[in-house]
Nanobody, 125 residues
Framework: QVQLVESGGRLVQAGGSLRLSCAASGRTFSDYSMGWFRQAPGKEREFVATISGSPYRTYYADSVKGRFTISRDNAKNTVYLQMNSLKPEDTAVYYC??????????????????WGQGTQVTVSS
């Protein structure tokens, strides 16, 4: 089992920045690839970014490419999502997720085995 706890979500103005964190526990963190997803009201959960366990490979949704950066610190069992130039359409609950495999690059919700409880990000215009 892997437990995931997100933090860092809050209300921010358009154009601002936020950094989300996701702390993991339970298994060897570097054995898992990590992803960030988001879900806006009335919409399906969608892929945002992913980073493999080792070596680090990243992949982003087109909607966030160039604005968001995913990173991880395997020594701290934590994955981050730095979000810059935020837009109102980025408003959503953000979830982190884990999938076994150091080299996995997964963009589909169903590929991930473990999920956090989510953290709310609200971007005001």
């Amino acid at each position: 089992q892997v437990q995931l706890v997100e933090s860092g979500g809050r209300l921010v103005q358009a154009g601002g920045s936020l950094r989300l964190s996701c702390a993991a526990s339970g298994r060897t963190f570097s054995d898992y690839s990590m992803g960030w997803f988001r879900q806006a009201p009335g919409k399906e959960r969608e892929f945002v970014a992913t980073i493999s366990g080792s070596p680090y490979r990243t992949y982003y949704a087109d909607s966030v490419k160039g604005r968001f950066t995913i990173s991880r610190d395997n020594a701290k069992n934590t994955v981050y999502l730095q979000m810059n130039s935020l837009k109102p359409e980025d408003t959503a609950v953000y979830y982190c997720a884990a999938v076994p495999g150091r080299r996995t690059v997964a963009v589909i919700v169903g590929s991930y085995e473990y999920w956090g409880q989510g953290t709310q990000v609200t971007v005001s215009s």
